[in-house]
């Protein structure tokens, strides 16, 4: 399936809050597999933004980025645009990962009290993992 770094990222976010809950298994497995997808994805995101953040740095002598006592790289504000509007493209990006798809009719089964219920934008989120399935 293809998405953008930014929808991964997104993505990632809620599966970690979403992946705590009591869940119906077949959905909790889907949403396990794809977790780690994400996740893997997000730390390759995450590291990448982190070189693009480095490269626009203030530099100390010895040519390492500066880092301020709140643990940021300190920037040039004249650099800024520049590194926002690179780190907006690069989350534009799309790249195409294996999702496993669950029956959005494992949906239904959240109204069973062994169940914790999901948000509207938890349920958003697991979109593009649902898909109607006819089963026998």
Same mark, same amino acid.
């Given at each position: 399936?293809?998405?953008?770094?930014?929808?991964?990222?997104?993505?990632?976010?809620?599966?970690?809050?979403?992946?705590?809950?009591?869940?119906?298994?077949?959905?909790?497995?889907? +949403?396990? #597999? %794809?977790?780690?997808?994400?996740?893997? &994805? *997000?730390? @390759?995101?995450?590291? =990448?933004?982190?070189?693009?953040?480095?490269?626009?740095?203030?530099?100390?002598?010895?040519?390492?980025?500066? +880092?301020? #006592? %709140?643990?940021?790289?300190?920037?040039? &504000? *004249?650099? @800024?645009?520049?590194? =926002?509007?690179?780190?907006?493209?690069?989350?534009?990006?799309?790249?195409?990962?294996?999702?496993?798809?669950?029956?959005? #009719?494992?949906?239904?089964?959240?109204?069973?009290?062994?169940?914790?219920?999901?948000?509207?934008?938890?349920?958003?989120?697991?979109?593009?993992?649902?898909?109607?399935?006819?089963?026998?």
């Amino acid at each position: 399936m293809d998405l953008t770094l930014g929808e991964i990222r997104d993505k990632y976010k809620v599966f970690v809050a979403i992946s705590s809950k009591k869940l119906p298994i077949k959905l909790s497995y889907a +949403i396990s #597999k %794809n977790l780690s997808v994400l996740e893997k &994805e *997000a730390n @390759l995101i995450d590291d =990448n933004r982190i070189k693009l953040a480095e490269a626009y740095a203030e530099k100390n002598p010895d040519g390492t980025p500066i +880092i301020d #006592k %709140n643990k940021c790289y300190v920037i040039n &504000e *004249a650099a @800024l645009p520049s590194l =926002n509007k690179e780190i907006a493209e690069y989350y534009r990006t799309v790249t195409s990962i294996d999702i496993c798809k669950a029956n959005i #009719k494992e949906l239904d089964k959240l109204e069973d009290s062994r169940y914790d219920a999901l948000s509207p934008a938890e349920i958003s989120a697991l979109d593009f993992m649902l898909e109607d399935i006819m089963e026998n």
